[in-house]
């Protein structure tokens, strides 16, 4: 069975370019998160869509910016990249929206901002 | 403001071992945590988790324990194995619904 795709995998812009991330959630799972993991900590909380539908945002800037499509798949959005948004961005997802502690991450997307 | 993990970085162990990784968690509300393992240029994999009503959980080779009282979590990993190698968090849900608050990490090294 194949478990959360996140593309691309690698990529790399520079300050001020805008950037797109995909996530495609295991087969039957409504609930799709983005974390974002800085070098040398853990993964910081970014959004969670259930149902196309907003549950959640961290402590982000307007800069980042997702959505949830009808097939459950996501999109990850970054506008007006900075220096300081290289990171891994992990997409994980789970059945449910709520009180699930087994969400299944992806492989992540590696972003470089040059 | 919110915080999870106060953390040994790096922890060294001989295979055969028993590995004991610890966690601080600073929200007295919370009422689940988990301990995810993350590989190298992989992302985090579910390894256990509890709940706040539980003080200890078991399962393949590892084992959860919860000290409410000091707000602190463990993770216990029995005759630990090379493939145990990996960078090891603690995480947090609030009653929230699906919002991790991950801790910075502990980093077991497995000597063969």
């Known amino acids: 069975d194949a478990g959360v795709t996140q593309s691309p995998t690698h990529l790399i812009k520079t300050r001020g370019q805008h950037v797109t991330l995909r996530c495609s959630p295991i087969?039957?799972?409504?609930?799709v998160s983005w974390y974002q993991q800085v070098l040398g900590q853990g993964p910081q909380f970014i959004f969670q869509y259930y149902e196309k539908e907003e549950r959640g945002r961290g402590n982000f800037p307007d800069r980042f910016s997702a959505r949830q499509f009808p097939n459950y798949s996501s999109e990850l959005n970054v506008n007006a990249l900075l220096l300081g948004d290289s990171a891994l961005y992990l997409c994980?997802?789970?059945?449910?929206?709520?009180?699930?502690?087994?969400?299944?991450f992806g492989e992540g997307s590696r972003l470089t901002v040059l | 403001g919110e915080s999870v993990g106060l953390h040994l970085p790096t922890l060294s162990v001989q295979e055969g071992d028993n590995s004991i990784i610890n966690c601080a968690y600073s929200n007295s509300a919370s009422d689940y945590f988990i301990w995810y393992k993350q590989e190298s240029g992989k992302g985090p994999q579910f390894i256990i988790d509890?709940?706040?009503?539980?003080d200890k959980r078991q399962g393949q080779r590892v084992t959860v324990l919860l000290n409410k009282t000091v707000k602190h979590l463990s993770l216990q990993i029995a005759a630990t194995q090379p493939g145990d190698s990996a960078v090891y968090f603690c995480?947090?849900?609030?009653?929230?619904?699906?919002?991790?608050?991950f801790g910075q990490g502990t980093e077991l090294s497995v000597k063969p």
């Open positions: 087969s039957g799972h409504k609930s």
């Open positions: 994980a997802s789970s059945f449910g929206a709520a009180r699930t502690g087994e969400l299944f």
């Open positions: 509890i709940r706040s009503n539980m």
């Open positions: 995480a947090e849900i609030y009653n929230q619904g699906g919002k991790l608050i």
